[in-house]
């Protein structure tokens, strides 16, 4: 016989326990303004992606679109991962954002600039997140 305590029961199902995982870790985060940013700058990317000799064809162009959309999917990894830099990666995606509009062909076949409009919610969420529990006064 031992004088060790019984095991404690767990919490629950292991599914339950990484969903509170998850959203308390989400919480302390940015969370949605960084997905906005980071889908801003998939879209910039990814979505003229043409063959790479029609690009080089293209010239500085295309690849400065193509940049602005890897600067804000950095960005949105950059918050997720540390959110302490919120405000520097809020003004970076919001510029990103901005000169990716007339970079990317004013859209491109996105209509009314939809892809800079992600960028631009998730970078404006991004300098205005404040941490839970504190607000500007």
């Not at 990484?18 to 940013?37: E, I, S």
């Not at 960028?119 to 404006?124: E, F, I, K, R």
Request: some cysteine.
């Amino acid at each position: 016989m031992t004088t060790d305590p019984p095991p404690r029961p767990t919490e629950g199902p292991a599914p339950g326990r990484a969903r509170r995982a998850f959203r308390r870790w989400r919480r302390t985060r940015p969370f949605w303004a960084a997905l906005w940013t980071g889908l801003g700058g998939f879209v910039i990317f990814f979505l003229p992606m043409a063959p790479l000799g029609k690009i080089l064809q293209v010239g500085v162009g295309g690849i400065a679109g193509m940049a602005g959309g890897v600067l804000l999917m950095a960005m949105a990894l950059l918050i997720l991962l540390m959110p302490g830099q919120r405000h520097t990666a809020g003004v970076i995606a919001v510029i990103a954002g901005v000169a990716s509009f007339p970079l990317s062909n004013l859209g491109g076949s996105c209509p009314y600039g939809v892809r800079t409009l992600g960028a631009l919610t998730g970078g404006v969420g991004l300098d205005g997140a404040s941490p839970r529990g504190r607000h500007r006064s």
